[in-house]
């Protein structure tokens, strides 16, 4: 009976780490997209994958600061940009759960609007006005089938009652 109990319980486990496990990055990327970026924004964009990092009050020792990084989970969104009346309009949804450090109450974060953007190819920076949130992505790499972006946010924690200077990088996929 143990032993069957312990082999269940492995199969459990490994099926759960299984669930987990994401689909990588392509390795190598695929090739870097050619002509203007602003025409390959309207074929729509799936939130893929977020990353994120920043760091925070410790809450088991209030003198220190604690690191926290790791990759999201429960990943949704997407990004659809659309002219109308000579405006760019975009509505974006990014929604992820994350574990910031272990034994603490994982984070859900999500952030949805509808408003206006704007691009700067100099800087290669994405601007989303959508009032009252005005969001900023630099683009870091971008493919016909794959653009990867970073922004600096600030993640509301209830579980803390703080706010989180956070770098969160976001994979996009058609």
């Keep these: 009976m143990g032993s069957r109990f312990l082999g269940l319980c492995a199969l459990a486990i ?38 994120y990092e920043g760091t925070m009050p410790n809450p088991f020792d209030s003198t220190t600061t ?27 949804r990014i929604d992820f759960m994350a574990d910031l450090l272990a034994g603490m109450v994982p984070l859900h974060y999500s952030n949805e609007g509808d408003g206006i953007w704007s691009y700067d190819s100099t800087s290669k920076t994405l601007w989303f006005y959508a009032y009252p ?14 653009q990867l972006w970073h922004s600096d946010v600030i993640i509301d924690y209830p579980a803390m ?14």
């Design 14 to 51: 490994l099926g759960a780490l299984t669930a987990c496990i994401k689909e990588p990055k392509p390795d190598p990327l695929p090739p870097l997209a050619t002509g203007p970026f602003e025409p390959r924004l309207k074929d729509g964009w799936q939130v893929h994958a977020v990353s």
């Design 66 to 92: 604690a690191q926290f990084q790791g990759e999201a989970y429960d990943v949704g969104g997407e990004f659809t940009f659309t002219d109308r009346n000579d405006s760019a309009l975009v509505h974006y």
């Design 133 to 146: 949130d005005t969001l900023e992505f630099v683009v870091d790499y971008d493919a016909d089938t794959l």
């Design 161 to 174: 009652n703080i706010s989180l200077p956070t770098r969160m990088d976001i994979e996009l996929r058609k």
